[in-house]
């Protein structure tokens, strides 16, 4: 029995630092910003964009975000930088001169407010 009564705060102490772990561990998880909604979509077929437009699921890090958009031959065809939305800070857009029909892949690199990066590319075609 007396050994029981030893085990206890021990047992609790290890349940406890368990459960610190899994908080620190989740709160990092979610420290990154992931796209929500692209425009044009990943995978459309559209008319020349004016822009293209990703919205985050958290506010980004001006400084450190970017978009770039390249052709087929990887070539940048965005001539302006990408810029954060003032009004909504989980918003990042870059303007487009007129594109011709073809391949394009919008390059993303998104910075949360923490300082945690994410990264990713998706593609698009103008038709």
């Known amino acids: 029995m007396k050994n029981a009564l030893i085990n206890r705060p021990r047992l609790a102490a290890a349940n406890l ?3 610190v772990a899994g908080l620190a561990l989740s709160t990092a998880v979610f420290a990154h910003v992931f796209p929500q909604k692209q425009e044009p979509g990943a995978g459309a077929t559209v008319a020349s964009p004016a822009q293209v437009r990703i919205v ?3 506010p980004l890090e001006p400084a450190f975000s970017s978009l770039t958009v390249t052709d087929a031959s990887g070539k940048q065809v965005n001539t302006e930088k990408s810029a954060v939305d003032a009004q909504q800070r ?3 857009a870059v303007p487009l001169p007129t594109l011709a029909a073809g391949h394009y892949t919008v ?8 300082g945690h990066r994410t990264h ?6 103008v038709k």
Not at 120 to 125: A, L, R, T, V
């Open 17 to 19: 630092s368990l459960l």
């Open 56 to 58: 985050f699921d958290g």
């Open 90 to 92: 989980a918003a990042i």
């Open 107 to 114: 390059h993303w690199a998104a910075v949360a407010s923490d």
């Open 120 to 125: 990713g590319d998706y593609s698009f075609d």
